[in-house]
């Protein structure tokens, strides 16, 4: 099992920054893949970006391209979520989600654990 605590969500003006971190603990985790999805009202969880914990390689969604940055510290097995020039779309419940295989992927429905996830509110 893994379990994952995220923190750092709150409330930001729009063009404001955030900073998510997400701690994994359990069997293997720097093993895998770390991803973060978003989930806003009535809409479908979304793949925002994720990394491998052994190269440090990263796949971000178009919609975050050039203003999220994901990051890891493998001795503390955190990720982190830098998010600036945030928008009022970017409102969502963000989760951090951790996967066991080495491939980075944007579904869901490949990750095999959750946090319980942390409110981003971007409104003025």
Known sequence: QVQLVESGGGLVQPGGSLKLSCVASG???????????RQ??????????AITWSTGATFHAAS???RFT??????????????NSLKP????VYHCAAKLG?????????YDYWGQGTQVTVSS
């Open 102 to 110: 080495r491939l980075l992927t944007n579904s869901p429905s490949t």
């Open 70 to 83: 994901i990051s890891r510290n493998n001795a503390t097995s955190t990720v982190y979520l830098q998010m």
């Open 89 to 92: 779309e970017d409102t969502a």
């Open 27 to 37: 069997r293997t985790v720097n093993s895998g893949v770390a991803g973060w999805f």
């Open 40 to 49: 806003a009202p009535g809409k479908e969880r979304e793949f925002v970006s």
């Open 64 to 66: 975050v391209k050039g």
